[in-house]
């Protein structure tokens, strides 16, 4: 940046910028304690992770006109969580190498990504199984705070795991700290009613946001005042102050085995969640988001997240959608987070030491509500069965093996259930549509049949999973028409023809030869056509190849076509 | 079977089953023998797993009209021993026991997946993995016999392993052994020259035929006259004579849970070898295949050799292809074989003790050669890249890292490649054909095309791995294109709107609508338009789908129909 640029903007964008960044950081500060406790990392962690990285991403510029506003978000918290716990006790030095070592790795694989231009691999993600494990995370999330709420400690990557260590310990729950807990959700459920009392909806909405910090910064001074800690409340405890340390992931082969499956998990959701909110956010402003740049982006993100005390980032749609409300607000947002941040984690250290870990809870609690949501499971089982079940297996495997067995069984799935799908592909006797060109399935049209030759459209692109089922069924269907001479398959739903079906329409065709009648193929696609000429196929099958259906019903049945035209 | 039938049945086709029993006998008796030493089995568990299984298959009747010839085949005995190896040293009562655990594994397998009709299940292993897998295998099997030919002991269960082991011992070659292994395979080939030596080719045919019973009968006779077992040579050694033993499978959890794999894997592969050998010789016939019914056979005929000695069986193509020379055969003369069977394992036992191993290797390395197939490989490779690559990865996988890891691996990268093929599909821009109602790519074909409708045809199922593609994609195409008023998409092609793509539909029509341009669909297929119609897609879109392309043009683009009319 070279001074004359500089000086127009801090002329012209700065001070929305600066706005913009306040706003911004006044819901980061109490998302990013509470997401820290969540991911059991220290809760000055999440102030950390919101300097640097915040820098690095507005500097590399992400995908969007308007940088998306990074930093620690729920779901990587809880997957963040899932992977360190079996391997360390939460706070321990292990535990905090664990997510140095974490956090670098999802940095690599998303620079890795980037690099190989792999943005693509975030499509085998689908939209169900990503709606499955974002409800099943939240309830998963949800349950994790449980016992912060209650002042007991229960630890688990899974329902079956968590609710019993909870329930074990029921006899031990912590009074003070459960009115507390209840005390800080009434308290934001409040806020979030206050604009039916009449308040204006703009400062009811804004008292709603500032909610959270509000409620850490009473949480502070209720704890001061009333020696909360002296009662047995547990609280964040002491907090080092300063700049962020500067921390290397260990040289450890052991840990890099353990927990680079985990990273992978991470960088896609990630990734994917970001590409997200940056598309519906560009929408709006009609721009179109470039994948590969938000991944380079993202990865500079996390490698600064490494160096600065590890706990993976990405974007959150609450922060970046309220950058978005000051309409001028420039890229450079972020910087202004980021030295605000700093200025939190220098000025707010010394107080957090006070804060209730129940306080957290509850607004991790509150904020969480909103994620669970199970009307889209409903429309989506109203659709598509197969997609349905892909999302409550994704939901369900969340929440009894924990969100990364969750995942992986939602994508497993959702791609054994598309095999299944196509391995029966709907193959149509079609009929001629009368007095026009256009040919139909004959049991939902009324159509001119042809007694001499066989019209079939098959609906799937042909390849191993159903080149055996295609042998099949068209030996069924010609079984059932004694009088046909000529079997046409109309291929305009073909998008491939692979070496199985390849072999499968040789096949096909001597059985249909030596029972008396011809093979032909009408609307072939060029990109299909192009690759059958690279074998032999077409000169020995002994059919023709016709430009439309129309076109071989005039060549082997013209009586039909002219009684057609006579219509 | 009542007392009529029978008679009828000795007085019309006993003789001619008899005459195609005792051929198939000719032809097993050496295989049995070879492949149970392939499957680090004492000889006579071969000759054993041809005769309970064969009568329990042909009772069950098999999928094809004249039941396939079971029995050992050299692939499942590779990935017997393969399973086994790690596990226990070949010929040991631990090893035994693997063996009946493995059988009866695959047995069960075969019955769930006829029980569930999981047939279909086999489709996933496609004909270019299936061609590589074979391929790799026979060079593995060649591999493995070596050692018995150099009289050295080399195992493992890929060349890396193997050829090593190999290289150490070569200092102890055993020349006797060599000699007679090299003379077996002298003999064996010679036989193969005959018929140019001026043989009637019907007489040169069943020299060929016969040649590894006669190369046996001699080896047992050289071995036992020259005392070869004195020079050094290995033999097969003492064979307890009589009825095969009853078998039981152990009861070991730990066995289970390390041979099921490797069970499902053999009992997927002897099914597919089975279900194509009985395609191709009932195609012959003009008969079509139950594969149901076949899996029942197969799975009857394993569990019965899971009692009997433990050595998996399926369809072999040379012997079944045998028995239909017979042309009037009949089912029963699997009864016939496994009654010669019972015969010869009673009668040949006590000579066995003197079989030299290198003659048997010898026969297997014969015999194996056919099976490798590198024509195949390059016609597959021209014709697809990705077929091409799924062979050559699946040989390279068998070679390298074994049977199991090499098919599991051709499977895997199928799958990938079929999904990375679709998520990047081929997108048209097409225009009228002048003078018909047909649609082509503008770029292939000289068409008429119109200035406010961009015709575009997808040619893929819409779907969650190339759902965001379609939104950039049409971006892209939309951008380029600033006079268009409304984009008409032609579903011919489509086949499937997933969950996901109906998702990207919304963003992409909402995106559209906010240009100031309209989105509509043409030829919706049934299937995909009954289910669109259970979402509130339809109504909420705000553009009409048309029966064809045709009548979308016609009602937005009326001028251009006029002059297409005027042509």
Redesign the interface.
């Known amino acids: 940046m070279s001074f004359e640029p500089l000086r127009g903007y801090l002329r012209n964008s700065a001070s929305a910028d600066l706005i913009a960044a306040l706003l911004v950081s006044l819901l980061l500060v109490p998302q990013a304690l509470a997401y820290a406790q969540l991911a059991g990392l220290p809760a000055v962690a999440g102030l950390y992770a919101s300097i640097l990285p915040l820098a690095v991403y507005a500097w590399l510029g992400g995908s969007a006109g308007v940088a998306l506003s990074l930093g620690p978000v729920a779901i990587l918290s809880l997957m963040t969580a899932a992977a360190l716990q079996p391997l360390a006790a939460a706070g321990s030095a292990a535990y905090m190498a664990g997510a140095v070592m974490l956090t670098a790795l999802v940095g690599l694989f998303l620079l890795a990504m980037s690099i190989l231009r792999l943005g693509?691999l975030?499509?085998?993600?689908?939209?169900?199984?990503i709606a499955g494990f974002v409800s099943g995370s939240a309830i998963l999330i949800a349950a994790s705070q449980l016992g912060h709420l209650l002042g007991i400690r229960g630890a688990g990557q899974s329902l079956p795991d968590l609710l019993p260590s909870l329930w074990a310990q029921l006899d031990q729950v912590h009074l003070p700290t459960l009115l507390l807990g209840l005390g800080s959700i009434c308290f934001l459920l409040t806020l979030r009613q206050l604009h039916r009392c009449g308040l204006p909806v703009r400062l009811a909405g804004w008292l709603v946001r500032l909610g959270a910090l509000l409620l850490v910064l009473l949480g502070i001074a209720a704890s001061a005042l009333f020696g909360l800690e002296a009662l047995g409340v547990r609280v964040v405890g002491t907090v080092p102050a300063g700049l962020p340390p500067l921390t290397l992931p260990p040289l450890d082969l052991q840990l890099l085995r353990e927990l680079w499956p985990a990273a992978l998990l991470i960088a896609l959701v990630g990734f994917v969640e970001s590409v997200s909110i940056a598309?519906s956010l560009e929408?709006r402003r009609?721009r179109?988001v470039n994948p590969d740049q938000e991944l380079c982006g993202q990865a500079g993100a996390n490698l600064a997240a490494a160096f600065t005390g590890g706990f993976p980032v990405a974007a959150s749609f609450s922060r970046s959608a309220l950058a978005l409300e000051t309409p001028v607000a420039t890229p450079r947002v972020g910087l202004w987070v980021a030295a605000l941040m700093l200025g939190a984690a220098l000025g707010l250290a010394p107080l957090l030491q006070h804060l209730p870990q129940a306080v957290l809870a509850a607004s991790i609690l509150v904020a969480i509500l909103g994620l669970i949501d199970l009307r889209t499971l409903r429309?989506?089982w109203?659709?598509?069965r197969?997609?349905g079940v892909a999302?409550l297996v994704t939901l369900v495997g969340v929440l009894a093996h924990g969100v990364e067995a969750g995942i992986v069984l939602g994508v497993g799935l959702?791609?054994l259930l598309?095999?299944w799908?196509?391995?029966?592909?709907?193959i149509?006797v079609i009929g001629l549509l009368p007095g026009?060109?256009?040919f139909r399935?004959v049991e939902?049209f009324d159509t001119l049949d042809s007694a001499t030759v066989l019209s079939l459209r098959v609906?799937?692109?042909l390849?191993?999973?159903?080149?055996?089922?295609l042998?099949?069924r068209i030996?069924e269907l010609v079984a059932a028409r004694p009088q046909a001479r000529h079997v046409v398959l109309q291929c305009?739903?073909?998008?491939?023809i692979?070496?199985?079906a390849?072999?499968s329409l040789e096949?096909i065709g001597?059985?249909l030869a030596?029972?008396g009648l011809q093979l032909h193929f009408s609307e072939v696609?060029?990109?299909v056509m192009d690759?059958l000429k690279?074998?032999d196929f077409l000169e020995r099958f002994g059919g023709q190849v016709f430009?439309?259906q129309y076109q071989a019903l005039a060549t082997l049945d013209p009586e039909l076509i002219a009684r057609n035209r006579a219509l």
Do not use: W
């Not at 305009?492 to 491939?496: A, C, F, T």
């Open positions: 693509v975030a499509n085998f993600l689908s939209h169900p199984v598309q929408a009609r179109s429309r989506t109203r659709y598509s197969q997609d999302q959702s791609l598309f095999l799908r196509t391995s029966r592909p709907h149509a026009s060109e256009h399935n939902r609906d799937e692109s390849y191993f999973p159903n080149a055996r089922y042998e099949e030996a305009s739903g073909v998008n491939l692979d070496a199985s390849l072999d096949t001597a059985r030596s029972a696609k060029g990109p690759r690279r074998s430009v439309s």
